[in-house]
């Protein structure tokens, strides 16, 4: 893949930096107008058809704004139709989207309820991932735990 982001905190938000690296028979591509669009994994699109700037080298990025570190994207990155084949579309997805979620298992608020261990959202009030605790002998328990059982 040739499409990269890399996160970065400013002023309290999140921005990604999309990176592009374009290529033509090989070769590093400069001098493109490329253009970025961005969909969460359920289809809605959220950046269209937005220009990329130049780096250097067949290099070129786009500052994406609105990025929200929980949310799982699909980029595609297009460098027109100067480029052929495999050469015009490069594509990606934020590979820190996973990780949104995995800081939510260790920020937000968890409790065993029973023989139950739950995960909460940001609002530490609606559960988002429900375990069963189970012994070793695979009976339900709150007490000596040996695994959990997603449910």
């Given at each position: 893949?040739?499409?990269r982001?890399?996160?970065?905190?400013?002023?309290?938000?999140?921005?990604?930096?999309?990176i592009?690296f374009?290529?033509?028979?090989?070769?590093?591509?400069?001098?493109?107008s490329?253009?970025?669009?961005v969909?969460?994994?359920?289809?809605?699109?959220?950046?269209n058809?937005?220009?990329m700037?130049?780096?250097?080298?067949?290099?070129?990025?786009?500052?994406?704004?609105?990025?929200?570190?929980?949310?799982?994207y699909?980029?595609?990155?297009?460098?027109?139709a100067?480029?052929?084949?495999?050469?015009?579309?490069?594509?990606?997805?934020?590979e820190?989207?996973?990780?949104?979620?995995?800081?939510?298992?260790l920020k937000n608020?968890?409790?065993?309820?029973?023989?139950?261990m739950?995960?909460y959202?940001d609002?530490?009030?609606?559960?988002i991932?429900?375990?069963?605790?189970?012994t070793?002998?695979?009976?339900?328990?709150?007490?000596?735990?040996?695994?959990?059982?997603?449910?």
């Amino acid at each position: 893949m040739h499409c990269r982001g890399w996160k970065h905190d400013f002023e309290g938000g999140n921005i990604m930096i999309i990176i592009a690296f374009f290529t033509e028979i090989g070769t590093p591509k400069t001098g493109l107008s490329p253009t970025v669009d961005v969909w969460t994994v359920d289809g809605t699109q959220v950046v269209n058809d937005q220009a990329m700037n130049e780096i250097a080298g067949g290099f070129y990025n786009y500052d994406f704004t609105t990025y929200d570190e929980d949310e799982d994207y699909c980029i595609r990155a297009d460098g027109t139709a100067s480029l052929s084949g495999a050469d015009r579309y490069v594509y990606s997805t934020n590979e820190n989207g996973a990780t949104g979620k995995i800081l939510k298992f260790l920020k937000n608020k968890w409790e065993i309820k029973g023989n139950q261990m739950i995960f909460y959202d940001d609002d530490d009030v609606i559960p988002i991932y429900t375990y069963n605790l189970k012994t070793k002998n695979d009976t339900p328990t709150e007490k000596d735990v040996f695994k959990s059982v997603h449910t």
